[in-house]
């Protein structure tokens, strides 16, 4: 090809030096091509990009620059060391001479495009830790995209129903971590809600998702990084067994939009194949904690049940399961007709006789009754202990927060345990009263 553009050149110039170049970021060019004499210096054009047609300048009185765009950001320059008029008809003959050169470009960027992902997604499959996994997708993503660009993953956290930031590279500042998105919020909550990629090439783009944000957002946001330097984003939702899971967006830096619809397709691609490393460790930080929650319970078992055969009584079974849940706890005895502490007999504003009836209007087996306080959000849980549908006795917890899973395991651990102790109670009670009575009869 080089040849053939050598021959054609030698036929409209005669002996003419020159040299080509390419950019596939207007900023960066590569000479690829130099016949005869080299100037070495890269081109510069200081008009308006993207260009959207050829472009020829005059260097010197002897040194002619043609620019030659194409599709995907790539330009192809061509340096003439001739004065020379070129017409509309050269200039067309020079993109199809130049193409070739637009071909290869495309072809290395594609190639090198897929080796990243490849070996993207062979690292973040071997990860199981979710957190890990989250903060190596960004840096992944990043290294597929050719430009100089800072990223952001959001993920949703379905407990606050609103989308926080996971990871992020670049200078993006520490005013993003305290942003709260709901979805269908802001670029990132549209791109959640939508469940399709999106590239924003223009203000008019980015103000149609933008302009719903919260003021508080919107400060954080622009506390966090100067977007006037920003030409183009994409925003790229990652999703998990159908759902969206994650949002990816990515800036690219420049006052150049330089994103395209390619680029757009290529992180999808990648956000695609990362909801499978997603899935997994998700899955196995689920049997991580099923298996911790069931080892916790067996070490909380026997913790109270060696209690219990050492004959250490009631009030040494309750302070060992106040320490494992790790909140105070009233024990109201219906045997002994105690309460542990005394005192709380007055602060629960509960006795003996409102708690049998509560026992009594509970549907079995859903034995814990929550009541939620109004103005300081406390909790009061009430876990009766019973045994063959006979109430022993109640366990009484007040909190400022929910019962978290594995405190309600250490409670239904510690109430089974409590009812084997009361009843053995019982059962003496009634042996030494029958005992007793026995006697007084003789």
């Given at each position: 090809?080089?040849?053939?553009?050598?021959k054609?050149?030698?036929?409209?110039?005669?002996n003419c030096?020159?040299?080509?170049?390419?950019?596939?970021?207007?900023?960066?060019?590569?000479?690829?091509e130099?016949?005869?004499?080299?100037?070495?210096?890269?081109?510069?054009?200081?008009?308006?990009?993207?260009l959207?047609?050829?472009?020829?300048?005059?260097e010197?009185?002897?040194?002619?620059?043609?620019?030659?765009?194409?599709?995907?950001?790539?330009?192809?320059?061509?340096?003439?060391?001739?004065?020379?008029?070129?017409?509309?008809?050269?200039?067309?003959?020079?993109?199809?001479?130049?193409?070739?050169?637009?071909?290869?470009?495309?072809?290395?960027?594609?190639?090198?495009?897929?080796?990243?992902?490849?070996?993207?997604?062979?690292?973040?499959?071997?990860?199981?830790?979710?957190?890990?996994?989250?903060?190596?997708?960004?840096?992944?993503?990043?290294?597929v995209?050719?430009?100089?660009?800072?990223?952001?993953?959001?993920?949703?956290?379905?407990a606050?129903?609103?989308?926080?930031?996971?990871a992020?590279?670049?200078?993006?500042?520490?005013?993003?971590?305290?942003?709260?998105?709901?979805?269908?919020?802001?670029i990132?909550?549209?791109?959640?809600?939508?469940?399709?990629?999106?590239?924003?090439?223009?203000?008019?783009?980015?103000?149609?998702?933008?302009?719903?944000m919260?003021?508080?957002?919107?400060?954080?946001?622009?506390?966090a990084?100067?977007?006037?330097n920003?030409?183009?984003?994409?925003s790229?939702?990652?999703?998990?067994?159908?759902?969206?899971?994650?949002?990816?967006?990515v800036?690219?830096?420049?006052?150049?939009?330089?994103?395209?619809?390619?680029?757009v397709?290529?992180?999808?691609?990648?956000?695609?194949?990362?909801?499978?490393?997603i899935?997994?460790?998700?899955?196995?930080?689920?049997?991580?904690?099923?298996?911790?929650?069931?080892?916790?319970?067996?070490?909380?078992?026997?913790?109270l049940?060696r209690?219990?055969?050492?004959?250490?009584?009631?009030?040494?079974?309750?302070?060992?399961?106040?320490?494992?849940?790790?909140?105070?706890?009233?024990?109201?005895?219906?045997?002994?007709?105690?309460?542990?502490?005394?005192?709380?007999?007055?602060?629960?504003?509960?006795?003996?006789e409102?708690?049998?009836?509560?026992?009594?209007?509970?549907?079995h087996?859903?034995?814990?009754?929550?009541?939620?306080?109004?103005?300081d959000?406390?909790?009061?849980?009430?876990?009766?202990?019973?045994?063959?549908?006979?109430?022993?006795g109640y366990?009484?917890?007040?909190?400022?927060?929910?019962?978290?899973p594995?405190?309600?395991?250490?409670?239904?651990?510690?109430?089974?345990?409590?009812?084997?102790?009361?009843?053995?109670?019982?059962?003496?009670?009634?042996?030494?009263?029958?005992?007793?009575?026995?006697f007084?009869t003789?």
């Open positions: 090809m080089n040849g053939i553009l050598h054609i050149l030698q036929e409209r110039l005669g030096d020159y040299e080509v170049w390419i950019s596939s970021n207007w900023a960066d060019w590569v000479l690829i130099a016949i005869g004499r080299r100037e070495s210096t890269p081109p510069c054009f200081a008009e308006q990009l993207p959207q047609h050829p472009k020829v300048e005059r010197s009185e002897e040194k002619m620059l043609v620019f030659l765009p194409y599709n995907n950001n790539i330009c192809v320059a061509i340096r003439v060391f001739k004065n020379w008029e070129f017409s509309a008809e050269d200039l067309v003959t020079l993109s199809s001479l130049l193409y070739p050169y637009y071909t290869e470009a495309v072809a290395s960027k594609n190639e090198r495009a897929l080796n990243e992902i490849m070996n993207s997604i062979r690292v973040v499959t071997q990860l199981l830790d979710l957190n890990e996994l989250l903060g190596r997708i960004l840096v992944s993503a990043l290294s995209i050719p430009y100089e660009c800072i990223g952001v993953l959001w993920r949703y956290d379905p606050i129903d609103a989308l926080t930031v996971k992020r590279a670049g200078e993006m500042g520490e005013g993003m971590l305290r942003m709260k998105l709901k979805p269908g919020e802001g990132i909550g549209n791109t959640f809600k939508r469940g399709t990629p999106k590239l924003y090439n223009g203000l008019s783009t980015v103000e149609d998702d933008f302009g719903n919260t003021s508080d957002n919107k400060y954080h946001l622009n506390s990084y100067n977007f006037q920003i030409g183009s984003i994409i790229v939702p990652i999703k998990v067994e159908g759902q969206s899971d994650c949002v990816l967006i800036y690219q830096k420049g006052r150049v939009p330089l994103f395209t619809e390619s680029d397709r290529l992180l999808q691609s990648f956000a695609d194949q990362v909801s499978i490393a899935t997994n460790a998700k899955l196995y930080e689920h049997l991580s904690k099923q298996n911790e929650t069931l080892m916790k319970r067996d070490e909380i078992h026997s913790s049940m209690l219990s055969l050492q004959n250490k009584g009631v009030v040494s079974i309750v302070n060992e399961l106040t320490r494992v849940i790790g909140v105070p706890m009233t024990f109201v005895d219906f045997i002994d007709n105690e309460w542990i502490p005394k005192r709380s007999k007055i602060m629960n504003g509960w006795n003996t409102s708690l049998r009836s509560l026992y009594e209007s509970l549907h087996p859903d034995y814990l009754t929550c009541i939620e306080g109004e103005a959000r406390s909790y009061q849980y009430l876990y009766p202990i019973a045994s063959a549908n006979q109430c022993l366990l009484i917890i007040q909190m400022n927060t929910k019962l978290e594995l405190q309600l395991i250490a409670l239904e651990q510690g109430s089974s345990i409590l009812a084997l102790e009361l009843m053995r109670k019982q059962s003496l009670a009634e042996f030494y009263f029958k005992k007793h009575s026995n007084s003789i």
